[in-house]
């Protein structure tokens, strides 16, 4: 039993695909915290089957809906409401794809379908999300919506390619939905810019093991696992942090304001 840190509160949760997914993790923590949940997934996705069982055994529907069309968002926020009797306190945007990653292309030979596609799925649905929510009335005062970056927005990680671009568009669209909703419904809207994270997501950037290690040993208190993630994202769904908004937190382990590392500099003087 958690603390009940998210009592009474209703919740949609994006992009739970394996049990190795920080959306299934949070997904755990905030029903252990209290939470009344409903999950969403891509149709592709619900082919696999897996979020049926995590839906099961957290008592929650799940929805398919495609994040990049507003059509599935608005019958997704629709039946959500329905199902958990009000409207939605908090909402976890835990997609990101690339096709160009995934098919291994260079970033000097990008394909722009694909490149657009990137930006469609990982960052404008984000604004998808949340137009779809204001147009529709359905987040309640003081409710919290979040996505999850990568401090690729930031500094260059070559193979991270167009996603790089997809997450600064990510934590812009974060910054300038969230003035526009505090204004209007006093919902506070962020991103969190995580450690590598062993899931498919993750994984499917070249390089992704060495880059694990070396991020863990760049960070003084070593790599935030996807468990650690949850608990921040239950955190930044709770009372506690009211008033944190537009803003891009960094769950790094201290990675982003690290130069080097004794450890680090150790692997040079061999
Ligand atoms: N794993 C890491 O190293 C890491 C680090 C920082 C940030 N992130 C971010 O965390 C988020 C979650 O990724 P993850 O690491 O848990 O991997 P994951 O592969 O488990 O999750 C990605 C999810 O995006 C979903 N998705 C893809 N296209 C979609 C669409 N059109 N509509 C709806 N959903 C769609 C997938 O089905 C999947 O559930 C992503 O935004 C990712 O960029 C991951």
Redesign the pocket.
Known sequence: MGKQLLEGKKGAI?????P????WKVALKAHDEGAKIVLS??PI?MRMGEIQKLGEEIGAEVIA????SVEDLEALFSKSMEILGGKIDFVLH????SPNVRKGKDYGDLNYDWFQKTLD??AL?FHKVMQTLEKNDALNEWGSVL????IAAQKVFPDYSD?AQAKALLESIARSYGYRLGKSKKVRVNTI??????????TGVGGFDAFLSYADQMSPLGNAS?EECADYCVSLFSDYTRKVTMQNLFHDGGFSNTGISAEVMENFRK
């Open positions: 994006f992009g739970a695909l394996d190795n997914s920080i959306a997934n891509a996705a809906a495609d994040a990049t835990s997609i990101g794809m799925i990982s649905s996505a999850l970056s990568y996603m810019s995580q450690s590598p994270t062993p899931t498919t997501a993750g996807a």
